[in-house]
């Protein structure tokens, strides 16, 4: 399953970048469809995102020491909503959850604006997009949430984990994290219609 997690997130990326070239293109040529499909793009990189939170999660769940994010920051010992919680209890898990955060704002953005504003969603998709393709990156590259523990050319189970941070372990840090980054990314929403409308405004103007 590791395997299918590292998958979608690296065809989330891939999806995240078609976004970003399909809406500018797709504006700047005036072709309509091709805006359309940069849009449907986010929401493939939204259900992908989601996908791959899924298995995460159910690797700490499950107790898949296997996987090294999961032998870092959870145990047999911890409860349930404990091991929840690992999701974001590390950099790895918290990045994936950033990621999965935008584009489920993207794709809620996308959808309740699919018949209004046309003529700034293609800038508003494009920036979305560059703002998740950089997360992506680093969750594909950099700070990977699938690797696995080898011994040689073998993947090991440990059997029991590290644990989940200490501090982490009591019941407002369960929600702080979310609702920190849930406001973040409003924040950063808004700002983003304020970049768009600047650019859409450039735009017109340079066409004048």
């Known amino acids: ?25 797709g504006k700047l040529a005036r072709k ?34 296997r996987l090294a994010y999961v032998a870092g920051h959870s145990n047999r010992e911890m409860s349930t909503m404990y091991k929840f919680t690992a999701w974001w209890g590390g950099q790895e898990g ?28 293609p800038w508003v998709t494009a920036v979305l997009m560059a703002t998740e393709a950089f997360f992506l ?12 523990l080898m011994a040689g050319k073998s993947i090991v189970d440990v059997g029991d984990g590290q644990g989940l941070n200490p501090l982490l372990q009591y019941w407002t840090m369960v ?8 406001g973040y990314r409003s924040e950063e929403h808004t700002s983003e219609l304020q970049s768009r409308g600047l650019i859409s405004y450039a735009v017109f103007c340079l066409k004048k």
Request: aromatic share 14%.
């Open 1 to 25: 399953m590791e395997n299918i997690g590292s998958l979608c997130i690296l065809l989330a990326f891939c999806f995240a970048v078609y976004a970003i070239v399909g809406s500018v293109a």
């Open 137 to 148: 990156i680093l969750i594909s590259y950099v700070e990977k949430p699938f690797n696995v």
């Open 32 to 65: 309509p469809l091709l805006v359309l499909s940069a849009e449907r793009a986010v929401y493939c990189v939204w259900a992908l995102l989601t996908t791959a939170a899924g298995i995460l999660i159910n690797a700490l769940l499950q107790s898949d020491f």
């Open 94 to 121: 918290s990045l994936l959850l950033w990621a999965w955060l935008l584009s489920t704002y993207s794709a809620v953005m996308v959808f309740q604006n699919r018949r209004k504003f046309r003529d700034m969603m």
């Open 175 to 182: 929600i702080h994290p979310p609702m920190l980054y849930l």
